[in-house]
């Protein structure tokens, strides 16, 4: 069973600031590497101006991943965890409740 991750984030706007478009490029590859070296799949980053954020969906193998993403992410210095949420997928939680109904 996988972990799927809605997270928010904002940049830190003195590491974003100033740069060239190359720099620009190296600081967003460099967080998609963290996540990749997680075992993180990226299914979507949109950018949602009412909270000036960034909201992304992550897949990840397990939550201890998930986690170690996080850090490595905040130890780039680039971008602050606004909030985070676990998501359940739809179709398993209705089994989940089926059977422990089934059970009662």
Same mark, same amino acid.
């Given at each position: 069973m996988s972990h799927l991750q809605l997270s928010r984030t904002r940049p830190i706007q003195e590491a974003w600031q100033d740069l060239t478009d190359e720099q620009n490029d190296a600081q967003t590859t460099a967080i998609y590497a963290v996540i990749g070296e997680h075992g #993180? $799949? &990226?299914? &979507? &980053?949109?950018?949602?101006?009412?909270? *000036? =954020? *960034?909201?992304? %969906? /992550? @897949?990840?193998?397990? @939550?201890?991943?998930?986690? *170690?993403?996080?850090a490595g992410i905040l130890a780039l210095g680039t971008l602050e965890f606004v909030s /985070?949420? =676990? *998501?359940? $997928? %739809? %179709?398993?939680? &209705? #089994?989940? %409740?089926?059977?422990?109904?089934?059970?009662?």
């Amino acid at each position: 069973m996988s972990h799927l991750q809605l997270s928010r984030t904002r940049p830190i706007q003195e590491a974003w600031q100033d740069l060239t478009d190359e720099q620009n490029d190296a600081q967003t590859t460099a967080i998609y590497a963290v996540i990749g070296e997680h075992g #993180g $799949d &990226v299914k &979507v &980053v949109s950018f949602s101006p009412s909270e *000036l =954020a *960034l909201t992304s %969906v /992550i @897949e990840y193998p397990d @939550e201890q991943s998930a986690k *170690l993403s996080m850090a490595g992410i905040l130890a780039l210095g680039t971008l602050e965890f606004v909030s /985070i949420e =676990a *998501l359940w $997928d %739809v %179709v398993e939680w &209705v #089994g989940m %409740v089926r059977a422990a109904n089934a059970k009662a």
